[in-house]
């Protein structure tokens, strides 16, 4: 459905630091209708690397080369491109070598010598951008002064013939079935995104230090997308339809201090976004997002707003990072605050032609309004403790309008409402 390519769009958006400072505004609305259609249509994700990777172009006719136009310099596009696609954070390697992990500064400029040749250029529109591959360009290892070749991890330097393009070469060496990066490291983000934690935790932070959780299920998750063309749908069926995906969230003696091995459901605030469509959806009042159609959904936005204090204060990110740390998920008092008694959730509540202030319009019950309302918000009927307080409090006040704005205030602010569970 749209509105599964909408959501996971809107993940690969935040990680691709698609915004528009850096893509500007109309090479940002085409960058995420590629990464829409790209995931709507269940394209496979390895054609999905090697397009972001190896674009050229306009940036307008071409949007996979917006990649190009967020990634400035070849050590930026190492590091980028490491921890996307590798689960790699290579940027330590930068400065010396670490005494504890792998990866050394010569590995570092060795990958930076794949994007070294990477050009840009104006176009006739302000706004637009080319990228293309220059005939000369090299990288030079600070430490040593040896001129580096491209180097791919744990494979070793290759020679690239000079009019050949460097990134191809590590686009195709990327997305290899045997590559021993792309596949996990994919699989592991698809498992954090629905499970709250991944396999190997933060996603993108595969390193000998921080071992997986769960190593052969890593690697049987791997198997499945390469075997299935590298198709996301397919993995995301998969872990889905799983007893562990279904664990209720209610722990035993037995599990209530594990937060590794997913031996029960994570608990966890929905996202920015999520919230926000959510309160939009249970009161009937949408959100109106500067220079977008009244109904935009949040999830839907090519750009996060910078001036909607809401989505801020519920973790929506700037796009200045390719990290998925960029997007908090920890609980506030800010956010407390924001649903107890911020403007959003009170003008959507009181509006009037919000839900509640049509169902009265249309002399609907109270019960009528109380079972839609918890419909609307959690997708259940009220249970008999429930109608009854809510009804006692209707029949404890003057105005009865203001009463059935509380009880939807109390709904949004149950945790039913606003934790995945």
Not at 5 to 11: D, E, T, V
Not at 324 to 336: D, I, K, M, P, T
């Amino acid at each position: 459905s749209d509105d599964f390519a909408s959501f996971w769009s809107l993940k690969w958006c935040d990680i691709l630091r698609s915004n528009s400072k850096k893509l500007k505004l109309a090479g940002v609305h085409k960058f995420r209708r590629w990464i829409f259609e790209t995931i709507r249509d269940d394209r496979p994700m390895d054609q999905f690397a090697r397009e972001l990777l190896t674009a050229s172009g306009s940036v307008f006719e071409n949007p996979a080369a917006n990649y190009w136009r967020a990634s400035r310099d070849p050590q930026d596009a190492t590091e980028t491109t490491a921890q996307l696609f590798l689960g790699v954070r290579i940027q330590c390697a930068k400065c010396h070598n670490h005494p504890f992990e792998r990866w050394t500064q010569d590995n570092y400029y060795g990958i930076a010598a794949a994007f070294t040749r990477v050009g840009r250029k104006n176009s006739v529109d302000a706004e637009e951008e080319v990228i293309f591959t220059q005939p000369s360009g090299e990288v030079t290892q600070p430490r040593t002064g040896k001129q580096m070749k491209v180097h791919l991890l744990l494979k070793g330097d290759v020679d690239v013939p000079g009019d050949q393009d460097r990134r191809e070469v590590f686009a195709q060496w990327l997305t290899e079935p045997d590559n021993p990066f792309f596949a996990k490291s994919l699989v592991n983000r698809m498992w954090g995104h629905l499970l709250g934690r991944g396999l190997v935790e933060p996603v993108d932070d595969f390193r000998d230090s921080n071992p997986p959780s769960n190593a052969k299920l890593l690697d049987e998750l791997a198997k499945h997308f390469v075997s299935n063309g590298f198709r996301q749908k397919s993995v995301l069926r998969t872990i889905m339809n799983s007893r562990v995906y279904q664990l209720s969230s209610r722990t035993n003696d037995f599990n209530k201090n594990d937060e590794l091995y997913n031996s029960h459901a994570a608990t966890r605030l929905l996202a920015a976004e999520q919230l926000l469509d959510a309160l939009c959806a249970v009161t009937a009042m949408p959100e109106q997002f500067p220079g977008m159609p009244l109904g935009t959904r949040a999830t839907e936005l090519a750009d996060p707003p910078t001036d909607n204090y809401f989505l801020k204060v519920f973790g929506q990110p700037q796009r200045e990072m390719a990290c998925q740390c960029e997007r908090s998920s920890e609980s506030n008092l800010s956010q407390a605050l924001q649903m107890i008694n911020g403007p959003v959730v009170h003008n959507k509540l009181r509006d009037n032609n919000g839900r509640i202030a049509k169902l009265i319009a249309e002399n609907k019950s109270d019960d009528e309004i109380i079972t839609t309302l918890y419909l609307a918000a959690v997708a259940r009927n009220p249970v008999a403790e429930e109608m009854t307080a809510a009804k006692q409090h209707i029949a404890s006040q003057p105005d009865r309008r203001l009463a059935l704005e509380d009880v939807g205030w109390a709904i949004v602010n149950s945790k039913e409402f606003l934790f995945q569970h």
